[in-house]
């Protein structure tokens, strides 16, 4: 008898998961084919890139983005729609930026620069000064003020190619541009230029965040990045001739914070309402390009999870909420008024999702989250193997989402291939010509996926 | 006493694997370091897709790259080279190809197409005619003579964009570009033309192979490609006028075969010589672009697993063989001829690879054999997944080696990532700037790592 109960129930089990299993499946299946044979990703990042473009905090191109942002929300017929106040720097390149290796008295070669976001200008003639070739913060304590004092420090370490994550090789090498006006300056350096974190030798400058620390504002000095190939070049140039000068002028300024907004807007969970799904990314960009990679694609991806559900009359039990943060690149404003925000008002996220890695082929998914939200996790990776997105490492998520962490709420970040995202990142390279429309769905249709199963699963 | 023997023989044999497993990391380390930080691909790919360019079977390109890919075997100081005398067809695009879309009389549009390869020509005076539109061989023979007598048809199925692996969505769309110019003048059709196979709207005609089976000589249409959004227009304006008609010019023509060659070369084995490890791709190339993908890519890869092994110092235990075949485009006649070879000297082939769908990032490598092989294929699994090329699945392996099939030969395939790949094949796109340096490295540095696995545990 009880042979027969168990048998029964077992059968009863397997048939119920198999059948939970093939409802998943088709799920996956409407979800995938809306977003490749009627997605909006393409149609919605043309609009952000060409016809609003590079939208650096504080700019006018900001308060577009998010005007845009908001309308296009609008459309999808949310259940709510807010923006949430913040206060953002505002800095600005200015109306030139310019460099030249001088050989020789007269004998000059221009090479390609831009002002790192936060520097300060040069003095309005420039500066001219002999070149100190470093490169890591150890190599340049070394040297000690003696041989620092008055020269432009250039950092010179390349990006690792031999590594496969290539923000692995990004992380082991933007310290340089993050801190090496700070590091440079205590030593009497006049100026700092930075070898731009790309791969690829080529022709264009990188821009990105710095910091001076503590430094008072006149201990502060300029910081501009080369591109790679002009640094080749100038340390070439270094290997012959240790007397060469370099020659930079830029007239960047800081400005007072700015008045800004977190877009936001949600989809009212018809069960446990209380209970939160955030997928987000961030709606500013560097001023150079038009931030079609970082992070355009990562907005119009998060938009596109919340159409697919409309289109689908996808009614999520929890509340589908979708963050657009400002100023994560040269301030992480928007995120921290965001965090904060949550903890005032005590809400409960169950979990987080954040696409800032660039609109190439999705690979998979990072997780920061307990061991055993991890292995319930681990359970989904069937369902999307068949997409090739079965990729699920534990690590980092997303900046923007990474202050909403605590030890309940699950963040994960998608993971498009990185091979060529930094020779497009920060850079005048990121247009919406480097998108390819099939990469971009197919990002958005793994993000709206893992959408579906948190909220069908929980955790 | 016995418990003593078993521990001792299980940590005994523990130490092994672990020892052997850590001598396979070191050396992928190695393989992948070579790859990325000292490649030659890129050079050798620019070489080739510049400096020769379309390589068409027959052609005096493809003549000229079976000159320079034998010199560049001969610097890799390989044990042995040689040319293996092969008959190809010779096809010639001619002078010109040209369509218009007469709406009404006088009022006409250009669209852009380009022949099929072997296709026939078309009078010099060109050919006008109605437009019937089917999307299979089905619709067509429905509407069966009558409607089909003395008109243009025109194939326009699109390739499915909602698979995930875009070569399935190709498989199932190339029978109107191969059959359909002989299922379309069975019925007495003037031409037909072709949408082109490629998943994105754009202005380029893809080119590829056709067959017109039994048919006679004079039974023979002109069959052309026309881009997708010419296929798109095509499509719409019949739609709103049925009775168009189609202008189509094209001076294409068959001449006889001519001489050519597969170029081999070898690494004789050190132990078991006569067990031979093949790698390879198609030298050969459409007259559209350069071939920088289909299959340049294919040939320096597979360069580069020898000029690893060279410079690792690696001595392969078996022959490491490199072929690179000739006329893989349009009459396998390469792939046909070394098969046939083997056959008759009776030579054992252990394992064959080919590197022929793009040089994109490698997700893994498709197999085609017997069970227990892939039983151990599977075993090595761990080795490829710290370098994200662990997608292991059986499946065909490439249209050059497919010959070779037998019983005991182990057929691989690298899979790149499939997504842009028909944006340019057989395509004026098709062009070396649409290579990325890392992601062609990363391809041979997979492939070295899986011939060095055969070499070093065999089947």
């Given at each position: 008898?009880?042979?027969?109960?168990?048998?029964?129930?077992?059968?009863?089990?397997?048939?119920?998961?198999?059948?939970?299993?093939?409802?998943?499946?088709?799920?996956?299946?409407?979800?995938?084919?809306i977003?490749?044979?009627?997605?909006?990703?393409?149609?919605?990042?043309?609009?952000?890139?060409?016809?609003?473009?590079?939208?650096?905090?504080?700019?006018?191109?900001?308060?577009?983005?998010?005007?845009?942002?908001?309308?296009?929300?609008?459309?999808?017929?949310?259940?709510?729609?807010?923006?949430?106040?913040?206060?953002?720097?505002?800095?600005?390149?200015?109306?030139?930026?310019?460099?030249?290796?001088?050989?020789?008295?007269?004998?000059?070669?221009?090479?390609?620069?831009?002002?790192?976001?936060?520097s300060v200008a040069t003095p309005s003639s420039g500066i001219s000064a002999n070149v100190i070739e470093v490169n890591d913060f150890d190599e340049l304590k070394e040297l000690g003020?003696?041989?620092?004092?008055?020269?432009?420090?250039?950092?010179?370490?390349?990006?690792?190619?031999?590594?496969?994550?290539?923000?692995?090789?990004?992380?082991?090498?933007?310290?340089?541009?993050?801190?090496?006006?700070?590091?440079?300056?205590?030593?009497?350096?006049?100026?700092?230029?930075?070898?731009?974190?790309?791969?690829?030798?080529?022709?264009?400058?990188h821009t990105g965040s710095m910091s001076y620390g503590n430094l008072k504002l006149r201990e502060r000095i300029p910081a501009a990045a080369i591109s790679t190939n002009g640094a080749e070049l100038l340390s070439s140039m270094l290997s012959l001739n240790s007397n060469l000068k370099f020659f930079l002028k830029q007239n960047c300024k800081n400005y007072p914070d700015v008045l800004s907004y977190n877009v936001i807007g949600e989809i009212r969970g018809s069960e446990d309402p209380d209970e939160i799904i955030l997928v987000g990314a961030h709606l500013d960009s560097w001023d150079l390009g038009d931030g079609a990679h970082d992070d355009g694609a990562g907005i119009v991806q998060s938009m596109e999870v919340l159409r697919i559900f409309k289109k689908l009359k996808y009614k999520p039990?929890?509340?589908?909420?979708?963050?657009?943060?400002?100023?994560?690149?040269?301030?992480?404003?928007?995120?921290?008024?965001?965090?904060?925000?949550?903890?005032?008002?005590?809400?409960?996220?169950?979990?987080?999702?954040?696409?800032?890695?660039?609109?190439?082929?999705p690979r998979g998914f990072s997780f920061d989250c307990m061991d055993e939200d991890f292995q319930k996790i681990i359970s989904w990776k069937k369902y999307f193997e068949p997409y090739m997105v079965d990729y699920f490492v534990r690590g980092g998520s997303g900046a923007d989402i990474k202050p909403l962490k605590n030890n309940k709420v699950v963040l994960a970040g998608l993971r498009p291939d990185s091979q060529r995202y930094f020779e497009y990142h920060h850079s005048d390279n990121d247009t919406f010509e480097a998108i390819n429309k099939r990469e971009l769905e197919l990002?958005?249709?793994?993000?709206?996926?893992?959408?579906?199963?948190?909220?069908t699963f929980g955790f």
């Amino acid at each position: 008898m009880f042979k027969i109960i168990f048998i029964s129930i077992f059968f009863f089990f397997s048939s119920f998961l198999f059948c939970q299993s093939s409802i998943v499946e088709e799920d996956f299946r409407k979800i995938y084919k809306i977003a490749l044979t009627e997605g909006k990703t393409y149609e919605w990042l043309e609009h952000l890139s060409n016809q609003i473009g590079g939208r650096l905090s504080g700019s006018f191109n900001a308060q577009r983005s998010i005007e845009w942002a908001k309308e296009e929300l609008e459309s999808l017929e949310l259940d709510s729609i807010w923006l949430q106040p913040v206060m953002v720097p505002k800095w600005v390149r200015g109306t030139f930026e310019y460099a030249s290796i001088e050989s020789s008295p007269g004998n000059t070669i221009s090479v390609p620069v831009c002002a790192l976001g936060g520097s300060v200008a040069t003095p309005s003639s420039g500066i001219s000064a002999n070149v100190i070739e470093v490169n890591d913060f150890d190599e340049l304590k070394e040297l000690g003020k003696k041989k620092v004092q008055g020269k432009v420090v250039f950092f010179n370490r390349p990006m690792s190619p031999d590594l496969i994550n290539t923000f692995e090789s990004y992380s082991q090498a933007v310290n340089q541009r993050f801190n090496g006006a700070e590091e440079a300056a205590k030593l009497g350096a006049r100026a700092v230029i930075v070898r731009s974190l790309n791969l690829k030798l080529d022709d264009f400058p990188h821009t990105g965040s710095m910091s001076y620390g503590n430094l008072k504002l006149r201990e502060r000095i300029p910081a501009a990045a080369i591109s790679t190939n002009g640094a080749e070049l100038l340390s070439s140039m270094l290997s012959l001739n240790s007397n060469l000068k370099f020659f930079l002028k830029q007239n960047c300024k800081n400005y007072p914070d700015v008045l800004s907004y977190n877009v936001i807007g949600e989809i009212r969970g018809s069960e446990d309402p209380d209970e939160i799904i955030l997928v987000g990314a961030h709606l500013d960009s560097w001023d150079l390009g038009d931030g079609a990679h970082d992070d355009g694609a990562g907005i119009v991806q998060s938009m596109e999870v919340l159409r697919i559900f409309k289109k689908l009359k996808y009614k999520p039990k929890k509340t589908v909420r979708i963050v657009f943060f400002i100023n994560e690149e040269n301030g992480l404003r928007g995120a921290l008024a965001y965090a904060n925000q949550v903890k005032k008002i005590n809400e409960k996220h169950l979990f987080a999702l954040e696409s800032d890695a660039g609109g190439f082929t999705p690979r998979g998914f990072s997780f920061d989250c307990m061991d055993e939200d991890f292995q319930k996790i681990i359970s989904w990776k069937k369902y999307f193997e068949p997409y090739m997105v079965d990729y699920f490492v534990r690590g980092g998520s997303g900046a923007d989402i990474k202050p909403l962490k605590n030890n309940k709420v699950v963040l994960a970040g998608l993971r498009p291939d990185s091979q060529r995202y930094f020779e497009y990142h920060h850079s005048d390279n990121d247009t919406f010509e480097a998108i390819n429309k099939r990469e971009l769905e197919l990002g958005a249709a793994a993000m709206t996926a893992l959408i579906y199963l948190v909220d069908t699963f929980g955790f």
